[in-house]
C-alpha cells in the first residue's frame, strides 16, 4: 500500500513477557517516529530515525524500551519485560528528506498492546 | 516548542462551519502552528499549517490573529466525518527532526 504499514494491528501478551512491533514507512521516506498514545491523551512521542539512526531518543521512557532501522526502511520497537503500564497504541509516522519536508507527517493506524 | 490551549470538546451542527480556536500566546517567531487530527482508531492526519498568513486547503482553512497568539481552524461545511479530535501544535518548521509535541486537543462531534 501507499501509507504507512503497521503490524501487527493488536497485540495481547501477559506481563513480563517480550514484545516487537513492526512499521513500515512510505517509500522513500528517510525519517520515521514512534509514537505511544494512552486512552484519552494526545499521541507521546518516543523516538526519532534519519536513516538508520536513531536522532533523537529523548522520548524512550525507559530501558526497556529499544528500537532499531538497520537499512533505513522498516523499522521495529522492541519492549523488554513489559509491563500493565506499557499497555496503549503505538503509533508510527513518517516524513520526506528535509528538501521536501513541510513538516507533514503520515502516520500508521498504530499497534495496540495490552499486557495483561 | 510553544504550548498551546484548546477546548476540549465542541459540537457543531452538519452542514455548519466548524471553527476550532486554539491560544498559542508564546509563539516564537520562527513557529508555525500546525493542525492534525484523529478520527477513531485512527493515526493522526494533517490538516494545515501556517506561519502569519491566512492559509486555505481542500480540507481546511487557519486564520491567524496578526499577533499571532491564536488561531482558528474553520471546516467551511461539517460532514459527520469530521467527527474527530483536532489537534493544535505548534513548532518550528526547518532542521529534520519533526518531532510533533500533541496536548489533549478538541474533540469536535459533528451532529445531524
Known amino acids: 500500500g501507499a501509507g504507512v504499514s503497521q503490524t501487527p494491528s493488536n497485540k495481547v501478551t501477559e506481563k513480563g513477557k517480550y514484545v516487537e512491533l513492526r512499521c513500515d514507512p512510505i517509500?522513500?521516506?528517510?525519517?520515521l517516529y514512534w509514537y505511544r498514545q494512552s486512552l484519552g491523551q494526545g499521541p507521546e512521542f518516543l523516538i526519532y530515525?534519519?536513516?538508520?539512526?536513531?536522532?533523537?531518543d529523548s522520548g524512550l521512557p525507559n530501558d526497556r524500551f529499544f528500537a532499531v532501522r538497520p537499512e533505513g526502511s522498516v523499522s521495529t520497537l522492541k519492549i523488554q519485560r513489559t509491563e500493565r503500564g506499557d499497555s496503549a497504541v503505538y503509533l508510527c509516522?513518517?516524513?520526506?528528506?528535509?528538501?521536501?519536508?513541510?513538516?507533514?507527517?503520515?502516520f500508521g493506524e498504530g499497534s495496540r498492546l495490552t499486557v495483561l | 516548542d510553544a504550548k498551546t490551549t484548546q477546548p476540549p470538546s465542541m459540537d457543531c451542527a452538519e452542514g455548519r462551519a466548524a471553527n476550532l480556536p486554539c491560544n498559542h500566546s508564546?509563539?516564537?517567531?520562527?513557529?508555525?502552528v500546525y493542525w492534525y487530527r484523529q478520527i477513531h482508531s485512527q493515526g493522526p492526519q494533517y490538516i494545515i499549517h501556517?506561519?502569519?498568513n491566512n492559509e486555505t486547503n481542500e480540507m481546511a482553512s487557519l486564520i491567524i490573529t496578526e499577533d499571532r497568539k491564536s488561531s482558528t481552524l474553520i471546516l467551511p461545511h461539517a460532514t459527520l466525518r469530521d467527527t474527530a479530535v483536532y489537534y493544535c501544535?505548534?513548532?518550528?518548521?526547518?532542521?529534520?527532526?519533526?518531532?510533533?509535541?500533541f496536548g489533549k486537543g478538541t474533540l469536535l462531534t459533528v451532529n445531524p
Open positions: 509516522a513518517s516524513s520526506p528528506g528535509t528538501s521536501l519536508n513541510t513538516g507533514e507527517l503520515f
Open positions: 517509500s522513500g521516506h528517510t525519517a
Open positions: 530515525f534519519q536513516g538508520t539512526g536513531a536522532a533523537d
Open positions: 508564546t509563539i516564537s517567531g520562527n513557529e508555525y
Open positions: 501556517g506561519l502569519k
Open positions: 501544535i505548534v513548532r518550528v518548521r526547518g532542521g529534520s527532526n519533526y518531532k510533533l509535541t
